[in-house]
């Protein structure tokens, strides 16, 4: 009995796979798709813009920036830089700088990226690459790369304005005038040149001090040890920093004494000092704490502008600094070229997007990317108003981060949200390291980021994530930008810009421009 029901059960399971197959191949095949734009539509995805698919599309675009750049190739500018404008974002890895692209693409309402879009920087002609490392480490810190670039001269982690010679917290050879190195700011100072500062930090941070301090630690800001001077007094007592003809970002703790709500317990207020110096030195001088304040000013008449707006850094982007009446780095940039240009011999001007390098410390991938598109508008301004047949203008980063761009997101995937790809969830941004990573092992992580305060995912947990060893990117216009091109040391930075402007260590070795 049992083997006639197991010869039934056999000859069922036949007769059903052969209707099956039978079945299978009567079924009409699916209709083919009559486009690729179909296709697209029919996932609910976006459409691609049909030029794409079309090769002679890309040959066309192709064969047009070959053009570009045979003709800018061809016809270099080479006349003295009379003016140079030097901007540094800080933290702008080449990662950063590719999200950021895309970011601003997508929040522009384009809903599906061509590609096409780029910073402002990305569209000048001439593109290098950085080496960053400092004499004692790997991976930079803010304070050796400023020295690099701004002086010629490579430095340990955590100094400023000093030669290698100088080992952090070694007060006594940082007072060494062998060890002191200047800056391009005093070479164009001596060439009388104005000189100016504009940052989103403290103006008394690691980057711009590298312009006009030496000082073996870089948090010596409002305090030092022995007989060496604190940042702050540096910056508004000694050359080049009295000197300075702008001085514009936050910081003003650093200048206020402890009854005054800041960080001195010198008791000194330097910036009423500031304003003591100028006045006998019979400068036509402003001191501004707000935007307001600022956009008061007849810029045209001032010879000296001091603009403190912040107690410590200045706002992100698009978050307070509306309620706290601070100016955005493209204001702050043009109040300082409009102050700056008076001068008939020109003048040199750094400019710092510092607030990237914080976000990205912070995980804040986002906020980051937003940070340096607002680097970007800072530049277009300056690129603007400023002439490339005698204004050189120099973009770089002084270091990278950890961050990447992760999987396979699609064209059409907004970068700082997650992706869903064959039942794994990521996000399109994340770190290496950094406080997220512990944030992410206890409480779930957001399903769809997209808030500029959203901490995006790390593997190693540290406090603040680190700094990338990599190159950096640099892109330049105006005179002699065909000489940042190649791979070379961040030292060399400022040595191009001096022969560019024939001062510093290039003073009359080109009297023939």
């Known amino acids: 009995m049992i083997s006639s029901y197991f010869t039934l059960l056999i000859i069922l399971l036949i007769i059903f796979v052969y209707t099956e197959k039978t079945v299978a191949r009567t079924k009409p095949y ?40 045979l003709k800018e190739l061809e016809n270099p500018i080479v006349g003295r830089a009379k003016n140079i404008v030097f901007f540094l974002g800080d933290g702008m890895s080449i990662a950063t700088v590719t999200a950021a692209r895309v970011h601003m693409e997508q929040s522009s309402g384009s809903a599906f990226p061509d590609g096409n879009a780029s910073l402002t920087f990305e569209n000048f002609p001439y593109t290098g690459l950085v080496r960053t490392y400092c004499v004692d480490k790997q991976v930079a810190d803010s304070a050796c790369s400023s020295t690099a ?41 001596m060439a009388g040149k104005s000189t100016g500062i504009v940052t989103t930090t403290r103006v008394t941070h690691a980057s711009p001090a590298g312009g006009y301090a030496h000082s073996a630690n870089r948090g010596w800001e409002s305090s030092a040890p022995d007989d060496c001077l604190d940042i702050a007094q540096q910056l508004v007592t000694q050359s ?43 400068q036509i001088y402003e001191y501004v704490k707000n935007k307001t304040e600022l956009s008061d000013v007849n810029l045209k008449d001032v010879d000296k502008l001091l603009g403190l707006f ?16 601070e100016p955005s780095l493209s204001e702050m940039t043009m109040a300082a070229i409009e102050v700056l240009r008076k001068n008939e011999n020109g003048y040199v001007l750094f400019v710092e997007g510092g607030r ?5 410390h912070q995980n804040l991938a986002h906020m980051a990317l937003s940070e340096t598109i607002a680097f970007s508008r800072a530049v ?111 030292n060399v930075l400022p040595l191009i810009m001096s022969y560019a402007s024939c001062i510093g260590p290039s003073k009359g070795k080109c009297s023939d421009r």
Request: aromatic content about 8%.
């Open 30 to 69: 699916p209709k083919p798709k009559s486009s690729i734009d179909d296709y697209f539509a029919d996932k609910g995805r976006p459409l691609q813009q049909t030029r794409e698919y079309d090769a002679q599309f890309w040959m066309n675009r192709g064969m047009s920036d070959l053009g570009r750049r």
């Open 149 to 189: 670039y701004m002086t010629g001269v490579k430095a340990n982690s955590g100094t400023v304005g000093v030669s290698g010679a100088v080992r952090e917290n070694d007060c006594k050879a940082s007072l060494n005038p062998k060890n002191q190195v200047d800056s391009i700011l005093r070479w164009a100072q």
């Open 240 to 282: 080049p920093g009295i000197e300075l003809d702008v001085i514009l970002g936050g910081g003003r703790q650093e200048f206020l004494p402890k009854n005054m709500n800041g960080n001195r317990e010198d008791g000194r207020d330097l910036i009423a000092e500031w304003k003591v110096r100028m006045m006998k030195n019979h």
């Open 310 to 325: 912040s107690m410590s850094h200045m706002s992100y982007t698009g978050t307070k600094e509306v309620e706290r009446d």
């Open 356 to 360: 990237i390098d914080h976000a990205h």
């Open 380 to 490: 277009d301004v300056a690129d603007t108003v400023t002439d490339p047949e005698d204004t050189l203008i120099v973009v770089t980063s002084d270091h990278s981060h950890t961050m990447t761009i992760n999987g396979y997101p699609s064209r059409g995937d907004k970068i700082i949200e997650r992706v869903d790809r064959g039942g794994e969830s990521y996000s399109i941004l994340s770190y290496a390291n950094g406080p997220s990573a512990k944030f992410h092992k206890y409480q779930k992580q957001p399903s769809k980021y997209g808030d500029k305060f959203d901490l995006y995912p790390s593997l190693v947990p540290m406090s603040l994530e680190t700094h990338g060893g990599e190159d950096v990117a640099v892109w330049t216009r105006g005179p002699w930008a065909h000489l940042f091109v190649g791979s070379f040391e961040q």
